[in-house]
């Protein structure tokens, strides 16, 4: 198999001032299945998608998959996050990178901090969204049982089995989502990805070929 092509890139998006920083892998073949947007928590950025395979592993899949940024975080240090336009920024903000970036239906891995992002993203957008991957995010307890009820959206649920905070406190709250699936990482903590990336890559890979 030829070698995954992975670039690097500033997108411009209006809810924010400055541009946001991003990467970027495809299938060698040019054959993409499907799109995915990774994001992060607080600690890290699109660097760790990129250090311990991710980004090469969904190309491999059949993937166009973008990390980026988050306003204020990594590359996209000089960007602000988009609070100041209200309560509707976050889930208008990545709309609009999805939009820019051509990844409608997208699938939306979201671990930690990027869940006050996310969440927002997939309950007033739903129809965007073909599968959700939250990771022990935060703000889940910002919603109602009945708004998780009230998405569809194939979800799987990862966290690892040593993060006793936001894994199970994010589980319980997102456990209302009609269409979910739950992966337990052994031995894993918060950011259980980093902990063990082969069986993440095993989890991620085996639930996107059952969309």
């Not at 994001?39 to 395979?53: A, D, N, V, Y």
């Not at 336009?85 to 997208?106: D, I, T, Y």
């Not at 992002?117 to 990771?135: K, R, T």
Request: proline share 6%; charged share 15%.
């Amino acid at each position: 198999m030829s070698a995954v092509h992975i670039t690097e890139g500033l997108l411009n998006v209006e809810s924010i001032e400055a541009p946001l920083f991003y990467r970027k892998s495809e299938p060698a073949s040019g054959d993409v299945r499907r799109s995915v947007l990774l994001l992060h928590g607080i600690r890290f950025s699109s660097k760790e998608w990129l250090t311990i395979g991710t980004l090469e592993t969904l190309a491999k899949a059949g993937c166009r998959t973008v990390a980026v940024d988050l306003p204020g975080l990594g590359g996209s240090s000089s960007a602000q996050a988009p609070a100041a336009v209200g309560e509707l920024a976050p889930a208008g903000f990545l709309k609009e990178v999805c939009e820019v970036l051509g990844l409608s239906p997208v699938v939306v891995v979201s671990p930690s901090l990027s869940g006050m992002y996310s969440l927002p993203f997939l309950l007033q957008h739903q129809a965007l969204i073909q599968a959700y991957i939250p990771v022990a995010p935060i703000c889940t307890e910002k919603f109602t049982a009945e708004q998780y009820q009230s998405v569809k959206t194939p979800t799987l649920i990862v966290y690892g089995d040593q993060d006793t905070q936001l894994g199970e406190v994010s589980l319980s709250n997102l456990s209302g989502l009609a269409n979910h699936k739950v992966v337990v990482m052994e031995g894993a903590g918060h950011a259980c990805y980093l902990n063990d990336p082969a069986a993440w890559h095993k989890a991620l890979t085996g639930f996107l070929d059952t969309l």
